[in-house]
């Protein structure tokens, strides 16, 4: 299959789908992490110009789009203008996807974004052997929901909180949300699998 991973600059789902012998691509205007099939460029460009796709996965931005964010983004909030261009822009993303491509999946927290395109299937880490939370929801168009593949939940409750929530707790610096919004190896190697 020819797989892009939209929105994507780490490489980990893209190299999930490499390794099973797909023709898969990271997309993202900023350079791949690890090197590797990389089109840097803006990710309706890589949907539209460097098709046909058999598969696109997106990872748009959620700052403004996730509910953590509703004290600066909510309603009558600073940045409230943000995000109703970031729910446009989603939105839009969503739809030239799935009008390009037989087999889409959105990837973003809870957030504001599923009124908008519609209800996700929600996964968290610890169902893919991560011992943390991380509530994530998956908009799938034409695909089976994902199947957990190594749940851990029992013994992850035995970790002390800030463990099991590092992604919340996690300390402001330069990477912080690059690191935030990363994929876990787990999932992406369930998304190989269960869709390559």
Request: charged share 20%; net charge positive.
């Amino acid at each position: 299959m020819r797989v892009l991973i939209g929105c994507e600059e780490s490489g980990v789902v893209r190299d999930e789908f490499l390794a099973r012998g797909h023709d898969a691509w990271s997309n993202d205007i900023i350079p791949a992490r690890n090197g590797g099939p990389h089109l840097q460029m803006d990710v309706f460009d890589a949907i539209k110009f460097h098709g046909p796709w058999d598969l696109i996965i997106l990872h748009p931005p959620c700052t403004a789009l996730c509910v953590s964010g509703n004290r600066t983004y909510g309603w009558g909030k600073p940045k409230h203008p943000e995000r109703l261009g970031a729910i446009y822009w989603t939105t839009k993303l969503w739809y030239v996807a799935t009008a390009a491509a037989p087999k889409v999946i959105l990837e973003n927290p809870v957030g504001v974004i599923w009124k908008h395109i519609g209800q996700p299937q929600y996964i968290q880490p610890w169902m893919f052997g991560h011992m943390e939370t991380k509530k994530t929801g998956l908009l799938l168009h034409n695909l089976e929901p994902l199947k957990a593949t190594n749940t851990v939940f029992l013994q992850m409750t035995q970790l002390p909180k800030a463990q099991r929530n590092r992604i919340h707790y996690m300390s402001p610096g330069p990477n912080r949300a690059r690191d935030r919004s990363q994929t876990y190896t787990g999932i992406a190697q369930a998304l190989g699998a269960q869709y390559g």
